[in-house]
């Protein structure tokens, strides 16, 4: 059993009974997030990568709820000089958590502190856990390795950017989907900001055409995977 949760943006909670693992909490200044940091609990915090609409909020819980940050390695060391517990990896890299399996993987894109320190690699991330396999990838554009990350694991559930400008636009996401096949494909990153507006229904459309299954979630909806 896994729960979704979708804050908006980038921004994921899964929860599967016993543990908690926030992905990208930019709750704080994210116009569409329907709660505050002080609603928001976690164990484990997983940064793709640090601009500031990722790193949010995770360093603040990090340390409130003595939350572990997983990131790549500078961006965990980073984390790390600023008072978090953090756990380091970097990209090809799985590890066995007490909530599952995370891995780190490619994504095109950038990555500095919001202070302008350079922060490693971005990320996408593919995660394991209630039985279930996630990947989010992360901002990042459209690349044809992809592939190999669908091939390498039976993905579940992927999350997708589809705001255009700063990561894919719609129809590379709906490529995306079809590189990954995964059962599920949600987008994300999108209508926080105006240059961000993207028509999620028309990602909809696109991934069931392809013969996927699409699932708009509600900024703060839940849903069980
Ligand atoms: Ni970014
Ligand atoms: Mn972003």
New binding site residues.
């Given amino acids: 059993m896994l729960k979704l949760t979708y804050l908006s943006h980038?921004t994921f909670i899964l929860d599967d009974g016993s543990h908690r693992l926030i992905i990208d909490p930019f709750i704080t200044g994210n116009p569409t997030c329907p709660v505050k940091a002080d609603e928001v609990q976690a164990d484990f915090i997983v940064l793709t990568h640090a601009?500031g609409?990722?790193l949010g909020d995770g360093l603040e819980l990090a340390k409130k709820h003595d939350a572990l940050v997983i990131a790549v390695n500078e961006l965990a060391g980073y984390a790390a000089s600023n008072g978090a517990r953090a756990h380091n990896m970097h990209i090809g890299g799985a590890y066995t958590f007490p909530f599952g399996r995370l891995k780190f993987t490619i994504a095109h894109h950038g990555s500095a502190s919001p202070d302008g320190q350079y922060m490693g690699e971005p990320a996408g991330v593919v995660i394991t856990m209630g039985g279930k396999t996630l990947y989010h990838t992360g901002?990042t554009g459209l690349f044809l390795d992809m592939q190999l990350i669908g091939q390498r694991d039976a993905i579940d559930c992927m999350m997708a950017p589809i705001g255009d400008n700063?990561?894919m636009g719609v129809d590379d996401a709906v490529l995306a989907v079809d590189f990954v096949k995964p059962g599920l494909a949600i987008p994300m990153?999108y209508n926080t900001f105006p240059v961000i507006e993207a028509d999620p229904q028309a990602f909809a459309r696109g991934v069931e055409g392809k013969g996927f299954r699409a699932r708009v979630m509600e900024f703060g909806e839940t849903i069980e995977l």
Wanted: hydrophobic share 10%; net charge negative.
């Fill in positions: 980038s601009h609409d990722h901002d700063f990561t990153h």
